[in-house]
């Protein structure tokens, strides 16, 4: 389509507001026809990227589900949580990641590694289907499988961090990588660091990526300290500004007497939210969030998910349970079946059924934005980035 160039009627800033407004597929729509060149250079920019971002987090919308096959081949796979409410046969859009894993969600970017523990990292937004330049990440072997892992934004210095260490880091002092967690800062000079672990005991039990909220990396981890009839849980927390660990109480104490099943960590309108099942059986799981992060006295029952004769779903929605929307439904997974399942709470209805194909998945909720990986990376490497226009030919499996 021609560039075309016009007088705008309307004040720039007025101009700025109803396109910050707007969601992601149709400013990228604008941005590909060019409808005029002073709005292409506005949606193209970082900070208007940022502030459509921080405006979207402050609404909600309903976000992007991403997933990959818990192996090293295979695709990423996204699609609109909405259109699985909506659509009895919703497209999932595939983007290639042979030999990469999820490690991360933040921002609307997923934070992709190749090899274990952590060969390279790379940055992906679904949204705009971008990829950053592979970047290496030099770290040791000598954990083994043994790691956990998060990926985050550091507001006060405008930089995305990935966060790896041992999971028995504190346990163990009689090796320099497993005495601190290395800290990959991504830039236009690239770099990592070790910085110190706490100084309280912790484990983890099989969760090892970190749920991104409100500047911190958070982790279900476990005191191994206490005997197992006891089993104490907590969050460990780590700031990605002051880059210090720290620990987090939950609304309930042991599992052995509270709970039957891993507490889930999971992000609920931009709040740490914790899941779990109860020894009642009239109550299939528990959800409660922390309406002001680092305020233990905030955490807030919000729903309890009782059980009903007939209820044509799993009874152990603990672990598979992903996301509760603004309209009260819930999405979870059927795993026995290799189903996304809506349920609507409001109703007591399931909405949908979706079959996925995959056994085992890897599964983050993104937001959709404008983020550029690339803006993030070395500028050495810039021209190398690899970057798709919106495709509106999407890819169905």
Not at 102 to 115: E, M, R
Not at 221 to 241: A, K, N, Q, R, S
Not at 331 to 341: G, H, M, Q, V, W
Not at 352 to 366: E, L, P, R, T
Request: proline share 6%.
């Amino acid at each position: 389509m021609k560039d075309l160039e016009y007088e705008d009627n309307l004040p720039g800033d007025l101009i700025r507001e109803i396109l910050l407004r707007l969601p992601v597929r149709l400013l990228l729509q604008l941005r590909i026809r060019i409808v005029c060149r002073s709005w292409n250079s506005l949606i193209s920019s970082p900070e208007f990227a940022m502030h459509h971002l921080q405006r979207s987090t402050l609404t909600h919308p309903p976000p992007l589900l991403c997933w990959k096959e818990a192996a090293q081949r295979g695709d990423i796979m996204h699609c609109s949580s909405q259109s699985l409410i909506l659509d009895q046969s919703p497209t999932f859009e595939s983007h290639p990641a042979d030999e990469l894993f999820i490690d991360g969600s933040c921002n609307g970017l997923l934070c992709l590694s190749q090899g274990f523990p952590f060969e390279t990292l790379t940055l992906f937004n679904p949204s705009t289907r971008s990829v950053s330049p592979s970047v290496p990440f030099e770290c040791s072997h000598e954990c083994g499988d043994d790691v956990f892992c998060g990926f985050g934004y550091d507001n006060l210095h405008d930089q995305y961090k990935f966060v790896m260490g041992c999971t028995t880091s504190s346990l163990i002092t009689d090796s320099k990588v497993r005495s601190g967690a290395i800290v990959f800062t991504f830039g236009a000079n690239p770099f990592w660091k070790t910085v110190a672990h706490p100084v309280f005991p912790y484990d983890f039990l099989c969760t090892i990526n970190g749920i991104f909220v409100s500047g911190t990396l958070n982790w279900i981890v476990y005191d191994p300290t206490i005997d197992y009839d006891e089993l104490e849980w907590f969050v460990l927390t780590f700031d990605l500004e002051t880059e210090l660990f720290g620990r987090l109480c939950l609304p309930f104490s042991r599992t052995r007497s509270d709970v039957i099943h891993m507490p889930r960590l999971q992000l609920h309108n931009n709040c740490l939210s914790v899941c779990y099942s109860t020894p009642d059986m009239q109550i299939i799981c528990t959800l409660w969030i922390m309406k002001e992060y680092g305020v233990e006295e905030s955490w807030i029952k919000l729903i309890e998910i009782p059980f009903r004769v007939g209820m044509n779903a799993p009874c152990d929605w603990v672990a598979p349970l992903l996301y509760i929307s603004q309209d009260h439904n819930l999405f979870a997974i059927d795993e026995s079946d290799r189903k996304f399942l809506v349920y609507n709470l409001s109703k007591n209805q399931l909405v949908s059924q979706v079959a996925n194909g995959n056994n085992c998945m890897i599964i983050f909720f993104c937001h959709e934005s404008l983020v550029s990986p690339s803006h993030y990376s070395s500028p050495l490497t810039f021209n190398s980035c690899i970057a798709w226009e919106l495709d509106t030919t999407q890819h169905s499996t």
